[in-house]
């Protein structure tokens, strides 16, 4: 696989008619951070577990935070909370700009055909040089928030149980609003440039992942998009709320993972549908689709054209449309950044709530850029780890991904042929790319991202590979 | 001038390039040293505006630090986006901003120990050490030749 984060397979298996019987997205690499954290202060635990992860850092940091909150029993200060929000909405701002302009945008301008050795951010360069150079200022300026939040860009160590280490200087809130006009009006091209995707690819993307599944997020007290804080609400493929106001903190008894003796990475599923059928998605498809509205009003009328795509259903079941929903979510990471930064409260000076263990047990758990994350820790009277459970984003979108890989395959190839063509390889890819899975995190895996792809007869003979 | 100290500080001798890095803020002040776990696109706008740039990274199968001079170029497969190399971040450099250093180099330290661990192996510690005295001489030839 390539323009993902981590290592990846996939392998499509025919039947005795040479048509796609099966096809699967296995992840081939295992870290184990829940094991070597074990014996680890909770304090700690923010630092570590940021460097799951070299993309979305802020976001376990945060969630470790959490759960270190929820140990110590403490309820954090009010502008503690909200620098914890803004840095949220930095690191979602980052990558989805990342994911969108330059993991995603080189098979939407260039084409799912075209030559795979220009169809990565050089070839967008030289078809579209503003658009590439905006997607980088745009990620840079998340960046730029996390930087200034944290001193370092990655692994940033600022959020800590209680609260946060530093308050804002009131120099660097101005120099962030300062880049707040240029990133309106990048999202802005941004989705632009999505619709015009939509009628590019009309044909194809009705084959990109478009089933039914249940749909797993956080929303506010209010119902509102949420990404930091709130309940959790279920909604089924029919756009039907079956659980709402869930406690995150027990996010156990709604949630199973199985395991399948091809891959790393876990299947987490509903636990009373049972597995599989207790599939669903969570990240942007899942969150803007959940959500009863979007409190920044550019944002909000952008949910309104998403959700007329799911005509009468009202629910927006094409993983395609990740893409729509992650552009929607970068426009609203602007604009509440730029509320949070008017926000008087947010230069503060009490910032830390202190407290020592009170608890053996805690959860945290945020909307990460690529779905809910949840960390969950127990811990000895002297706040030491003992167990350590992280259910990561990708992890739970992974039976969706295995089912979009498998439309796509089915729909695309022909197994007669024995042979796969690059075009309808990068297809398949791009299906799991909608879901801009980080394996890095959701594995904890280390590495660079090869290409492996095997086409598999009845009796297991490969017929055909790319490796890239 | 610029200095790009990039590796997993958790990962044992791989984060002998941040450590260096950190190492050279300390000792000079007026050079802007940035640490990151992976070469990343953003990078670009920093890198077209400085003169010289220094990438510092932990390198297996060298047996001293050493320096080389690198020019813009892209990986031989496709690029990584999530992470790029100094070559590609050059040619990113160039593409987009019109412009990069007179000179760029890559500085290698030696690197074995990759386990779990913050700290680094002995030969590589003292492989990091001879890489900032190494940045030093090269800082100050620099500084010399723009006077």
């Known amino acids: 696989m390539t323009r993902i984060e981590g290592h990846a397979k996939i392998t499509i298996q025919l039947d005795d008619n040479n048509d796609v019987a099966d096809a699967r997205f296995h992840v081939n690499e295992f870290r184990g951070f829940e094991k070597f954290t074990e014996g680890r202060l909770l304090w700690e635990m923010p630092g570590i577990t940021s460097r799951i992860c070299g993309i979305c850092p802020a976001s376990h940091l945060l969630t470790s935070a959490k759960a270190g909150d929820d140990i110590l029993a403490v309820e954090i200060p009010e502008t503690a909370e909200k620098l914890r929000r803004l840095l949220t909405l930095a690191q979602w701002l980052q990558s989805h700009a990342l994911s969108f302009f330059h993991l995603s945008a080189p098979d939407f301008l260039l084409g799912f055909d075209s030559n795979p050795a220009t169809r990565n951010i050089f070839g967008l360069i030289a078809a579209d040089k503003e658009f590439a150079k ?72 009705p084959e990109f992942g478009n089933f039914r599944s249940l749909l797993v997020g956080l929303v506010s007290k209010d119902g509102g998009l949420e990404y930091y804080d709130g309940f959790l609400r279920i909604m089924d493929g029919n756009g039907n709320t079956i659980a709402d106001k869930l406690d995150p903190k027990k996010y156990f008894e709604y949630f199973g993972e199985a395991v399948e003796p091809w891959s790393y990475l876990k299947f987490p599923y509903y636990k009373p549908f049972d597995y599989p059928k207790g599939m669903y998605r969570v990240g942007p498809l ?111 979108n992974n039976i969706a991904m295995n089912r979009t890989v498998r439309q796509i395959a089915t729909h695309f190839i022909d197994g007669k042929k024995g042979k796969i063509t690059e075009g309808i390889l990068n297809r398949v890819e791009a299906g799991i790319r909608c879901y801009d899975p980080c394996l890095s995190c959701s594995t904890h895996a280390l590495g660079q991202m090869p290409l492996h792809v095997e086409l598999l007869n009845a009796g297991g003979e490969v017929l055909d590979e790319i490796r890239r | 001038m610029l200095v790009i100290g990039y590796g997993n500080t958790l990962r044992g001798d791989d984060g002998a390039g941040v450590r260096a890095a950190e190492h050279v803020a300390v ?69 987009l901003y019109r412009h990069i250093p007179f000179k760029a180099y890559v500085i290698g330290i030696p690197a074995s120990q990759f386990e779990f661990s913050e700290e680094l192996s002995a030969e590589t510690n003292r492989a990091m050490q001879e890489c900032v005295e190494m940045v030093d001489r090269l800082i100050l030839d620099v500084s010399m030749e723009n006077r």
């Open chain 1, 134 to 205: 905006r997607g980088i200022r745009l990620r840079k300026f998340g960046q730029e928030i996390i930087e200034i939040l944290g001193s370092r860009r990655i692994h940033t160590p600022w959020t800590v149980p209680g609260g946060v280490r530093e308050p804002l200087d009131p120099a660097k809130k101005d120099v962030m609003l300062g880049w707040i006009p240029e990133a309106k009006e990048t999202v802005g091209l941004a989705l632009d440039a999505i619709k015009k995707i939509h009628k590019k690819f009309a044909k194809e993307i």
């Open chain 2, 27 to 95: 000792r000079h002040p007026e050079v802007r040293c940035v640490c990151l776990h992976q070469l990343v696109p953003e990078l670009a706008e920093q890198i077209a505006d400085c003169e010289t740039v220094f990438f510092i990274d932990a390198q297996e199968n060298i047996s001293q630090s050493s320096a080389r001079l690198i020019t813009p170029g892209q990986e031989a497969d496709q690029p990584r986006t999530h992470f790029l190399s100094p070559e590609s971040l050059l040619t990113l450099s160039l593409q």
């Open chain 1, 286 to 396: 899942a969150r803007v689709n959940i959500c009863d509205f979007i409190e920044t009003p550019m944002a909000e009328e952008e949910r309104k054209i998403f959700k007329k795509l799911g005509g009468n259903v009202g629910v927006v079941n094409n993983s395609f449309y990740y893409h729509y929903a992650r552009c929607i979510e970068m426009l609203f990471a602007v604009e509440k950044i730029e509320m949070l930064l008017n926000d008087p409260a947010i230069l503060g000076q009490n910032i830390r709530s202190m407290a020592s263990i009170n608890r053996t047990e805690g959860v945290g758990c945020t909307e990460a850029p690529r779905g809910v994350l949840f960390h969950h820790y127990h811990v000895n009277k002297d706040g030491v780890i003992q167990k350590a459970n992280l259910v990561i984003a990708t992890a739970q």
